[in-house]
T-cell receptor, first 114, second 110 residues
């Protein structure tokens, strides 16, 4: 069990550019979650998958954000036309799919939009 | 109907016991988890309550009262390394999203 991994760990981009982040969940976990965290706040839910199906997406999530999990393993989160307000830590978590299961978080990708 | 309230900061001394409270709104409640996060690190799972009562895991315990919409995290024998942010998070439905509080920053002094 190698834990949840995320790449890259840090990303600096200019406003208007597109960025893509990757998350590799714990291998036997079918559920995968994306959260965003800004300084001094708790993580905020963005979206989650059960296998390859995207089951819920936050209403706060702009249409510039899209997430995929094509084979039910790793996931990508893309932000198009980045804005300075997108600067945050993007966290991925995974869990088993038996009822209420603990979510285990990856180290996050810290995004800075200049 | 999803928000959680917890104190923004708590200070305690090494060896002491500290309690971090969390109140939540009741709609769609399935359980309460607690996470620890050090500066720049990932949230780390500490404890979880679905039913009323106390769950003990080493120096950390968590309590839930569903009738009072209230829970707390109890940290015993505080160590300097316990200085971190602590988040309560409610399970909004089975297997779905977690809704986090804004976090309590714990400072442990010598």
């Amino acid at each position: 069990d190698t834990g949840v991994s995320q790449n890259p760990r840090h990303k600096i981009t200019k406003r208007g550019q597109n960025v893509t982040f990757r998350c590799d969940p714990i291998s036997e976990h079918n559920r995968l979650y994306w959260y965003r965290q800004t300084l001094g706040q708790g993580p905020e839910f963005l979206t989650y998958f059960q296998n390859e199906a995207q089951l819920e997406k936050s209403r706060l999530l702009s249409d510039r954000f899209s997430a995929e999990r094509p084979k039910g393993s790793f996931s990508t989160l893309e932000i198009q036309r980045t804005e300075q307000g997108d600067s945050a830590m993007y966290l991925c978590a995974s869990s088993r799919d038996r009822g209420l299961e603990t979510q285990y978080f990856g180290p996050g990708t810290r995004l800075l939009v200049l | 109907g999803q928000s959680l309230e917890q104190p923004s900061e708590v200070t305690a001394v090494e060896g002491a016991i500290v309690q971090i409270n969390c109140t939540y709104q009741t709609s769609g409640f399935y359980g309460l988890s607690w996470y620890q996060q050090h500066d720049g690190g990932a949230p780390t799972f500490l404890s979880y309550n679905a039913l009323d009562g106390l769950e003990e895991t080493g120096r950390f315990s968590s309590f839930l009262s569903r009738s009072d919409s209230y829970g707390y995290l109890l940290l015993q024998e505080l160590q300097m390394k316990d200085s971190a942010s602590y988040f309560c998070a409610r399970h909004y439905n089975q297997g779905g999203k977690l809704i986090f509080g804004q976090g309590t920053e714990l400072s442990v002094k010598p």
